[in-house]
């Protein structure tokens, strides 16, 4: 994953402060978790196409529904 110019300054700041090994760990578990503002610091994840409908078949799944019973469920409570 190619890293922005303020990616590699963060990068650089965690290494300096926990170490190469620990700062890299640090600085790709904070893109992984989703840190706030650290969409700018690599060039982005790409999204699953068909990650939407994957979502609510798990949803559906754990309410007991078929995948599109669960959508009318939803749109209903909108």
């Known amino acids: 994953m190619p ?3 303020s990616g590699e300054d963060v990068l650089a ?5 926990y170490g190469d090994e620990k700062g890299k760990e640090v600085f790709y578990a904070s893109i992984n978790k989703g840190k706030k503002g650290s969409e700018k610091w690599h060039g982005g994840k790409k999204r699953h196409a068909r990650g939407r409908r994957r979502g609510l078949r798990h949803q559906a799944k754990a309410k007991g529904l078929r ?8 749109r209903a409570t909108m």
């Not at 700041?13 to 402060?17: A, K, L, P, T, V």
């Not at 995948?67 to 939803?74: I, L, P, Q, T």
Request: no cysteine; hydrophobic share 25%.
């Open 3 to 5: 890293l922005t110019e």
């Open 13 to 17: 700041n965690m290494q300096e402060q």
């Open 67 to 74: 995948r599109g019973d669960f959508r009318e469920d939803v």
